[in-house]
């Protein structure tokens, strides 16, 4: 009896001793020694390495492929977009990634540069050529991977919405501004655009575009401030020219030499990038024709147009802080553009959109009411 306890103890014993040594066999054969990292640029290999890496597990090639066979981001890389881990050989690992790209940053004695959603991506002294700064805002100290510390919710989102309707609009600012009051000026090129307060910005950013077009790297202000995209004119300053009252009130266009009046055109919103155009081409947002009075679309395909846009609402953040874009209400229900519910955002008793940072929205205009 006793004999036969032995054998068996024996037996798990041999067994134990069998497996570890499969384990250890595994371990070293399957072990990362070459990381090839390819697609980053403002982040180093070894950096990117030594954040794939963290932990016991991670140094094994099989596990490393296995563990991000669906391009999960780990915690340790919190700046990358993308990530791919392919093996090429038991000690050997390709990696393919794509880094968060910064929209714009703050300098808080040395300068935040933060994404589409927020998030503060580095702070360095270094300055990254084609990315705006922001100035004016009311930010606190930034946190390298926290979400830029902006004082107001508000300001915040209008900040972020800037960035990508200039972005969408293939605009390279060299600074956006906010003076006391909450106006907002860019400044592209040699052309201070005033744009004013957040509202119609849409519009605001797709027509300064158009104009910029036309205006053959002209230097001087571009007033922008009560532009609705409806029969509205934008009259543009010199630099060497002081601004009269006469300036404002021109109807047609001239040329650069004098103050200019630009007649909006149907230059395309972020909500519906298919309208995208220049004024020299496109339709008024009322659909009345080009900035040289050429014919528009019929009003029946402008009105279509208008009722599609004023039922989307440009961007709301949703529970976790991020900016869900062209959102809408279906069934009482708030809903981004695939149709799936929007986490944090509802429909208050008025009938208003409210998003998780208690922004107001009208469904029916698509703008921000509070």
Not at 223 to 228: D, M, R, V
Request: net charge negative.
């Amino acid at each position: 009896m006793r004999r036969n306890k032995r054998k068996k103890r024996a037996i798990r014993l041999g067994g134990l001793v069998l497996l570890l040594v499969v384990l250890a066999g595994f371990t070293l054969l399957f072990r990362v020694r070459t990381v090839n990292v390819y697609g980053n640029s403002r982040h180093t290999a070894e950096e990117i390495s030594d954040g794939l890496l963290d932990g016991f597990l991670a140094k094994n090639t099989l596990y490393l492929q296995w563990k991000y066979r669906n391009g999960a981001i780990p915690d340790t890389l919190p700046f990358l977009d993308s990530i791919k881990v392919q093996m090429k050989s038991p000690f050997e690992v390709q990696v393919d990634v794509s880094e968060r790209e910064p929209v714009a940053y703050v300098n808080k004695g040395s300068n935040a540069y933060f994404d589409e959603n927020g998030l503060v991506l580095a702070i360095t002294d270094e300055v990254y050529d084609g990315v705006p700064v922001v100035t004016g805002a009311d930010v606190d100290t930034p946190v390298l991977y926290q979400k830029l510390p902006v004082t107001s919710s508000a300001q915040l989102r209008t900040i972020l919405s800037v960035t990508q309707l200039l972005k969408y609009q293939e605009l390279e600012a060299k600074e956006i501004r906010f003076d006391e009051s909450g106006d907002i000026t860019v400044y592209i090129g040699k052309v201070e655009a005033m744009l004013g307060q957040d509202e119609y910005m849409e519009e605001k950013i797709a027509n300064l575009r158009a104009i910029l077009k036309k205006m053959d790297n002209a230097s001087g202000t571009l007033h922008l401030e009560s532009f609705t995209g409806k029969n509205d004119t934008a009259t543009f300053r010199p630099s060497d020219e002081p601004e009269t009252e006469t300036e404002t009130e021109t109807d047609a266009a001239g040329d650069t030499g004098g103050a200019d009046a630009f007649a909006a055109g149907d230059t395309g919103t972020a909500s519906d990038p298919s309208t995208a155009g220049d004024a020299a081409g496109g339709d008024n947002a009322d659909g009345s024709g080009t900035a040289d009075g050429s014919a528009g679309d019929d009003a029946n395909d402008s009105q279509d147009q208008a009722e599609q846009s004023s039922a989307t609402i440009s961007m709301v953040f949703d529970s976790s802080g991020t900016l869900v874009y062209n959102v809408r209400v279906e069934n009482g229900t708030v809903v981004d553009a695939n149709g799936n519910p929007v986490s944090g955002c509802s429909v208050d008793s008025d009938g208003y959109v409210v998003d998780a940072y208690m922004n107001r929205f009208d469904p029916d205009t698509g703008e921000l009411v509070q």
